[in-house]
């Protein structure tokens, strides 16, 4: 299932940047950066619940905020992109 992951770390606050770059380095191991605090996943059942709660374990709820869509597995055709940065297939082959 192709799950959106949006988050907003409070980088003012004490740990915030740290937070902030573990947030981001958590996600990256499950998808694909498509804007600066915003990630697609494609991931099963267990995954999914495993990066919910490894991301509340960083998080600080009282001052960040961290949101999940989950657009399920017949997402293609759920999503258009316009504008910079070409989309790309979730669950083609990525290269780097």
Excluded: W
């Excluded at 947030?23 to 995954?47: H, I, M, P, T």
């Excluded at 998080?59 to 905020?65: A, F, L, P, T």
């Excluded at 989950?70 to 258009?80: A, I, P, V």
């Amino acid at each position: 299932m192709l799950i959106l992951v949006t988050y907003d770390v409070n980088t003012e606050s004490e740990g915030g940047k740290a937070r902030l770059r573990k947030v981001a380095k958590y996600c990256v191991k499950y998808g694909q950066r498509v804007q600066n605090s915003v990630f697609e996943c494609v991931l099963d059942e267990a995954q999914y619940k495993m990066m919910q709660y490894q991301l509340l374990e960083i998080i600080d709820e009282e001052k960040d905020s961290l949101r999940f869509y989950n657009l399920g597995n017949k997402y293609q055709g759920k999503t258009k992109h316009f504008g910079a940065k070409p989309g790309y297939q979730a669950e083609g082959v990525l290269l780097m």
